[in-house]
């Protein structure tokens, strides 16, 4: 079955981090790219960041570079979101979305970070 | 930044009735331009890519057209399992990825 699932979220206070991990399966993860989208309660959809098959390209919204930190591990089917320096802005559900050709065409479920004190 | 302009932001509307969504980019994205819909508490699903792609198992009442800035997402015959939100998404140079800014379609 090919999926991808979400995990990592919870409630963290502002200034703190996170880790979002999400894991593929069903498909050849290492050959597609992956980004990571979220969505602020009762908003719309932002991207967040994207990182090529192989790692050798990543690319972040500005609203969290310098503080988001994408990367993946091949060996074990899963792309990760390294949040820190967390601001109650980033409360969001996150998705993560696999890239097919250049669309993202199979997406998660979402995980729910919140962050407060 | 290549902004979307998606309109109308919400629309209701009859079973049976004819739907039309639309996208503006503020310059030239050529064909590449998706369309998602969200329903409630749920992931976004991809419905149309490149603009007039019909994803494989995805209703044909559903369908895209356009091109360059100019984009148009409709629904030939609204059914009660399409409420939702509908999203306009285009990607850039640099692989990140625009949104419109949705719009919620309900049921009259």
């Known amino acids: 079955q090919v999926q991808l699932v979400e995990s990592g979220g919870g409630v963290v206070q502002p200034g703190r981090s996170l880790r979002l991990s999400c894991e593929a399966s069903?498909?050849?993860?290492?050959?597609?790219?992956m980004h990571w989208v979220r969505q602020a309660p009762g908003k719309g959809l932002e991207w967040v960041a994207v990182i090529w098959f192989d790692g050798s390209y990543r690319y972040y919204a500005d609203s969290v570079k310098g503080r988001f930190t994408v990367s993946r591990d091949n060996s074990r089917n899963t792309v990760y979101l390294q949040m820190d320096s967390l601001r109650a802005e980033d409360t969001a559900v996150y998705y993560c979305?696999?890239?097919?050709?250049?669309?993202?065409?199979?997406w998660g479920l979402g995980t729910l970070v919140t962050v407060s004190s | 930044d290549i902004q979307m302009t998606q309109s109308p932001s919400s629309l209701s509307a009859s079973v049976g009735d004819r739907v039309t969504i639309t996208c503006q980019a503020s310059?030239?994205?050529?064909?590449?331009l998706n369309w998602f819909q969200q329903k409630a508490g749920t992931a976004p699903k991809l419905l149309i890519y490149d603009a007039s792609h019909l994803r494989t198992g995805v209703p044909s009442r559903f369908s895209g057209s356009g091109s360059g800035t100019d984009f148009t997402f409709t629904i030939s015959s609204l059914q009660p399992e399409d409420v939702g939100v509908y999203y306009c998404?285009?990607?850039?140079?640099?692989?990140?990825?625009?949104f419109g800014g949705g719009t919620k379609v309900e049921i009259k």
């Open positions: 069903g498909y050849t993860f290492s050959s597609h790219g």
């Open positions: 979305a696999r890239i097919l050709g250049t669309i993202p065409d199979l």
């Open positions: 310059q030239d994205i050529s064909k590449y």
């Open positions: 998404q285009q990607r850039d140079s640099l692989s990140a990825l625009t």
